[in-house]
């Protein structure tokens, strides 16, 4: 099987190169490039993503791309997360004005993802810390040049036939799957947590020549998912029962519309109290009008839902906070409420101002319903360390902790093993990325040893060719 890969030396007129750039032996900056090996065949980019981690990590987004922007041919994006679009619109301003393909809700949560990640950018340089990556005009200038394209519906470009098929990660997230010359190669982006309460399941891949897959979770499997719902009821139950108020940190994409979803349930089924519900986060906001937007892209149980109701994300409790008086205002309130607000691991976004008024109540519970980075106000709290420091203020937490894993968004070790033993029988070589090495080295062993089917870590930067 080895002998259909090569190294660059050799190129021959009817072959590919894949060059791993990017979310290779690690998590972020999501980056491929996919090239015809003939003299002006077509290169193709999939994902443009930033690269999150230290500042050190960080300062790599602003290095020169290791192609020529002009010469690419178009841009595929499999997802609207910013680990595989931050970067959209510094390869613009670097000059390159080919097409970007993505499903529509990509487009529009990319847009918004995009726009809030230049505010960041901004106050950084605001801090003298470094300059701009891109500016509010090569935003303009990258949505000037996106296509959007529907899961299933082909993009025929020169030779090549390319197909978005659903990954149930997030709205619209897409794998990206190439036909070329009687060949199939598959890039994964990030495969979702199957089932989902609002997302179809990640769609079957059963005849991939060459599969290019994440590895987030490649070396640990996820707690029973099953019973989340359950703890999330009871968390609001014994937390309105005490009088308090329960604050939810939580991602702007996918994670608060999951809670939105199922807190609505809940209350439309008389399971929880009829308290105000607070979605505070501009962020948030945005991104839940586009799953509204979108209703064809939810599974069958939701839009069933959403048919007997008045649409999903809309019930009389849920109080949209939009300006910061609004959010201000919430602290007025009766204390028997929800809040859920940005960001994810309180290391900024509103939810720090709450975490500051309720973290010293006892009657309050703060849920954390996510991965909890290192150096992260929510690490530091999901920890035990009493009093934190909040906005330069001694904060003690008397209120209850509470943790509910089991929302991943991503597939986990065992899943994404049967993910690729669906196509087991055609794979030649599996491309294992998209995780931490030790990660990504535990599910290439695995897939070895379980399916017999070869499989690699490339190395950041590495180059492989493809033989037709
Ligand atoms: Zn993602």
Not at 319 to 341: D, G, V, Y
Request: glycine letters at 8%; one cysteine or more.
């Amino acid at each position: 099987m080895s002998n259909n890969l090569k190294t660059v030396a050799t190129t021959s007129s009817h072959s590919l190169k894949i060059s791993f750039l990017g979310g290779t032996e690690m998590v972020t900056g999501s980056n491929f490039l996919l090239a015809e090996s003939k003299p002006d065949g077509q290169k193709f980019l999939i994902d443009c993503g930033l690269i999150q981690g230290t500042k050190k990590d960080e300062e790599k987004n602003h290095d020169p791309f290791p192609y020529d922007p002009k010469a690419i041919s178009a841009l595929f994006i499999t997802h609207a997360h910013l680990d595989h679009i931050g970067r959209i619109p510094k390869l613009v301003k670097d000059g390159f004005r080919g097409p970007i393909y993505s499903t529509p809700p990509t487009r529009d949560i990319a847009h918004i993802s995009l726009k809030d990640s230049l505010g960041f950018l901004e106050r950084d340089a605001e801090d003298g810390k470094q300059e701009l990556l891109f500016t509010e005009a090569d935003i303009k200038q990258a949505m000037s040049q996106w296509k959007v394209f529907g899961y299933h519906e082909p993009i025929v470009l020169g030779d090549f036939t390319v197909v978005f098929r659903d990954s149930g990660h997030i709205l619209g997230s897409a794998m990206v799957e190439f036909n070329y010359q009687g060949k199939k190669i598959v890039f994964s982006g990030d495969l979702g947590n199957s089932p989902s309460p609002l997302l179809p399941d990640t769609e079957a891949i059963t005849d991939a020549d060459y599969l290019i897959i994440e590895s987030v979770y490649g070396d640990r499997n996820h707690e029973d998912r099953s019973e989340r719902r359950q703890r999330l009821e009871d968390v609001i139950e014994e937390t309105m029962r005490r009088g308090g108020t329960l604050m939810i940190p939580a991602f702007s994409i996918e994670r608060t519309q999951e809670l939105l979803y199922e807190i609505e349930n809940m209350m439309e089924n008389s399971r929880i109290p009829l308290v105000p519900v607070f979605l505070d986060s501009p962020m948030a906001i945005a991104v839940t009008k586009v799953y509204r937007d979108y209703p064809e892209y939810f599974n069958k149980d939701a839009n069933e839902i959403r048919r007997l109701g008045d649409g999903l994300f809309h019930f009389p409790q849920l109080h949209i906070t939009l300006t910061s008086n609004e959010s201000k205002a919430i602290l007025e309130t009766t204390p028997r409420k929800i809040i859920i607000a940005g960001s994810g691991m309180s290391n900024g976004g509103r939810i720090i101002h709450h975490e500051k008024n309720y973290l010293p109540d006892t009657k309050s519970t703060l849920l954390l319903a996510g991965y909890q980075g290192l150096g992260t106000l929510g690490r530091v709290i999901q920890d035990g360390t009493n009093p934190v420091k909040i906005l330069g203020e001694s904060v003690p937490v008397r209120a209850h902790l509470e943790n509910i894993r089991g929302y991943s968004a991503h597939k986990d070790s065992d899943h994404l093993l049967e993910f690729v033993k669906g196509t087991a029988d055609t794979v030649k070589k599996v491309f294992v990325c998209m995780g931490e090495l030790k990660s990504s080295l535990f599910l290439t062993q695995r897939i070895r040893d379980y399916l017999g089917v070869e499989a690699v870590v490339p190395k950041a930067g590495e180059t492989i060719e493809i033989k037709i």
